[in-house]
């Protein structure tokens, strides 16, 4: 067997800026493991910008243990998480570059929010633009489509490659608490009995809702962000039920990075992205034993975190 083949293998998507590029350095610089980590992004020339940048940057690190850092190789590929066809393409590439079985670690970070139109045709991973932060039948319809189904159907796909004892981390947020919604649908997201059919209703319930202007009375909050969010700490709860018996004894978690600055927060939140990357790069690297008793569970500053 070569080096390669006992390195392990992190897959970050949305990983050109802010938290991913964060996590992607920090998966870096740890010694802990030998890693051989893809940054993936949507656009060709700004993953391979911050690819350059990270490798620079990854060759001027001192290390107490430089032989086991530069075995941590970078590498970037393509990957348009809202496309089907782009999730195919690189797990092909995966299964011909390691095998059937080709990832240890995938980090669910690709996702954001909706920005004002601009002359520049900003995107979730363009330049700064103002964020629309309105509740209506577009705006939900697309934010949970880019932070709820996106993940949903990366990880769907991903799941059958994961290597035993894999790692599925989803970024989502403490806003989305189970306070923030009313009547029966608290219960309903933790109940054991949820499938990933209910899970879709619910979200596609919300923006039907949104659309008819009667989410409250379904016990939605108008807060597509956090509903999207809150359907990813579901679907964790729910792959860890799903998969207890698998023999591979896969791990799922959701981590919510803290209050980061970011293009949606601003300016003044008062996290870094290499703060807010603490926590998931914690969680995908730390002692699995310590990970199974939270398994499909909420984590944050270091810590499970009761939903």
């Keep these: ?16 800026r802010g938290i991913g590029k964060a996590i992607v350095r920090r998966l870096l610089q740890q010694t802990t493991v030998p890693l051989i980590i893809y940054l993936t992004a949507r656009s060709v020339e700004r993953g391979q910008l911050t690819f350059d940048e990270l490798r620079r940057e990854q060759l001027r690190w001192p290390a107490e243990e430089p032989t086991q850092q530069l075995l941590n190789e970078l590498r970037f590929h393509q990957l348009d998480v809202s496309d089907l066809d782009s999730i195919h393409t690189f797990i092909e590439y995966l299964t011909l570059m390691h095998g059937e079985q080709s990832v240890d670690i995938l980090i669910n970070n690709a996702g954001g929010v909706v920005h004002q139109p601009t002359t520049n045709d900003d995107d979730d991973e363009g330049g700064p633009a103002r964020v629309v932060r309105t509740c209506d039948a577009k705006t939900a319809y697309q934010i949970v489509h880019m932070n709820y189904f996106t993940a949903v159907n990366m990880t769907s796909l991903m799941l059958p490659r994961l290597r035993p004892n894999g790692r599925v981390v989803f970024m989502v947020t403490a806003l989305a608490h189970l306070g923030i919604f009313s009547g029966d649908l608290p219960k309903v997201l933790v109940s054991d009995e949820l499938n990933l059919n209910g899970l879709h209703i619910i979200e596609n319930g919300f923006i039907s809702a ?51 600055r970011t293009d949606m927060t601003g300016p003044y939140a008062p996290l870094t992205p290499d703060q807010g990357a603490e926590t998931p790069v914690y969680v995908a690297l730390t002692d699995a034993k310590r990970l199974r008793r939270h398994n499909g569970g909420l984590w944050k500053q270091l810590r499970p975190l009761k939903w």
């Design 1 to 16: 067997m070569s080096s390669e083949d006992r390195r392990l293998v992190a897959v970050v998507t949305g990983a050109n």
């Design 210 to 260: 949104v659309g008819k202007g009667t989410y409250s009375a379904y016990g939605f909050p108008p807060m597509p962000f956090a509903v999207a969010k809150a359907g990813l700490i579901a679907y964790a709860r729910m792959l860890a039920r799903v998969f207890a018996s698998d023999p591979r004894g896969l791990l799922f978690a959701a981590v919510c990075p803290g209050y980061v």
